[in-house]
């Protein structure tokens, strides 16, 4: 006799446009089947003109028994379609195509991290808070390009943004601050990035303008700062502001402690915003993965690194290889950033790319504490949380490290008395690890199954992606 059993859900969501989503888990004879239908409508036709089709309507069907990296791609299409399609602030007017920008654009003084003060609010960036841009030097040259916000009304959305960027004309000495920036594999072909003014060591201000037709222009602006609050503020700074943008339009932008604290609240949902939506199917696809299960019960008394010094821990780390998860299926060029909270905390972010996709970017951001932070001497072992979930449990516990080339990283955690879920990664200062370590090879024989291990992909094919393009998540 056939047993099913289905659950619909319907979103009714408001943004720049009405968006009609129908999900139905539908479990039918055991083969578990999601379909996904969207129907979007205008909300304001003329921010719509350029869209191909403003009325659509597709289903999706795939099956939950699927691969995860099925799973993603579906996701990353929605969100592409939805990110490909926001604009700048649209205003009245040209752009001003002889407003001088700096000279002599030193491109390498101008890496790092940025800590954005404020922008002319626009719909790609709506109630994102918190947000950095960090710069650095991809091995072809160009410029990596990591954008990261947090929605602070929705206390836990984190989101990332991974692009390329090259100067606009390079053979012009000296050389002008414009730049060409590209995100979601869109061509890196115009200049949509212009520096007005900058020291370098305290603030920027970026300008980009593109003329819609003969009477409206799109038009941005970012006043970043190299801390977290920009204080005081450049004379030259408020002196150009005045001069070339209104004042009125400009949103300023939480920084400081506030930001550190919604890493590591969590909260439900708010379904209010179609990044939400996403936030939800990524959630609830995540939520419902695990690790590599096998048979037997973890090794409680398996020893970990003494007198384990966190400072030297930090920074980042290349994955060499791994158990492979399925939350994990798929991904490569994956790094593991780690640097400290203001409150002590370590901000834990994880990157990576799918290479068969080859323009899929994801990213999570987590925090992590010691988990027994009394102990002496200092055992290895934290507790590292994602997604809001509780960060009251040892799920990382280093083995070995030297912490200037690598790490041997193992969780675990049983699941009833004959099964556990089982987790390890090598990782490396560098993305090649050579030569490897024979303390590792003596532990990955003494403790895991080479035959579970998967090789991660590191080198010149990671750079080589960024370029293609890349999504949120």
Not at 399 to 416: F, K, P
Request: proline share 4%; charged share 25%.
């Amino acid at each position: 006799m056939e047993q099913r059993t289905r659950l619909i859900v319907t979103f009714d969501i408001w943004l720049l446009y009405r968006l009609q989503l129908k999900c139905i888990f539908d479990i039918k004879n055991n083969q578990k089947v999601l379909k996904i239908t969207y129907h979007y409508l205008p909300k304001y036709e003329s921010t719509l003109d350029n869209l191909i089709k403003l009325n659509f309507q597709f289903n999706f069907f795939f099956s939950l028994t699927q691969k995860m990296g099925y799973i993603k791609s579906i996701l990353l299409l929605f969100t592409f379609y939805l990110l490909s399609n926001v604009s700048a602030l649209r205003l009245k007017g040209q752009c001003d195509e002889d407003r001088e920008v700096v000279q002599d654009f030193q491109v390498v003084d101008y890496l790092g991290v940025w800590y954005e003060q404020e922008r002319y609010e626009q719909t790609f960036q709506i109630e994102f808070d918190c947000v950095t841009a960090s710069y650095s030097l991809n091995d072809n040259g160009t410029v990596r390009v990591l954008n990261e916000n947090l929605m602070v009304q929705n206390e836990f959305l984190y989101t990332s943004v991974l692009g390329w960027a090259i100067p606009s004309f390079p053979d012009e000495e000296p050389l002008q601050a414009k730049l060409n920036v590209s995100f979601f594999g869109q061509p890196n072909d115009r200049v949509n990035y212009q520096v007005l003014a900058t020291d370098y060591r305290t603030y920027t201000l970026i300008w980009s303008c593109s003329n819609i037709d003969g009477e409206t222009k799109d038009e941005s602006m970012w006043l970043l700062s190299r801390t977290p609050i920009l204080d005081p503020r450049p004379v030259k700074v408020e002196l150009l502001i005045d001069l070339y943008f209104d004042r009125e339009l400009i949103r300023k932008t939480l920084q400081g402690p506030k930001c550190t604290e919604n890493i590591e609240v969590g909260s439900a949902i708010k379904m209010d915003h179609i990044k939400s939506i996403l936030v939800f199917f990524t959630f609830y696809l995540l939520s419902n993965v695990s690790t590599l299960r096998l048979h037997g019960q973890c090794d409680e008394d398996r020893e970990v690194v003494q007198d384990f010094q966190v400072v030297d821990y930090l920074g980042v780390w290349y994955e060499q290889e791994r158990y492979e998860q399925t939350f994990q299926t798929e991904f490569d060029c994956v790094t593991a950033t780690y640097s400290l909270n203001d409150n002590g905390t370590v901000r834990v972010l994880n990157e990576n790319l799918m290479v068969q996709n080859e323009f899929l970017y994801t990213s999570v951001l987590g925090w992590a504490i010691p988990s027994f932070p009394d102990d002496e001497p200092l055992q290895a072992k934290l507790n590292v949380s994602f997604f809001g979930q509780p960060n009251d449990r040892v799920n990382y516990q280093v083995l070995a490290t030297d912490y200037r080339t690598y790490t041997l990283i193992w969780s675990c955690s049983n699941l009833d008395a004959e099964t556990k879920d089982e987790s390890m990664w090598l990782l490396s200062r560098t993305p090649i690890l050579d030569p490897r370590p024979v303390k590792v090879e003596l532990l990955i024989d003494l403790y895991f199954d080479r035959e579970l291990i998967r090789k991660t992909l590191q080198g010149p094919k990671c750079t080589e992606i960024i370029e293609v393009g890349s999504a949120i998540v």
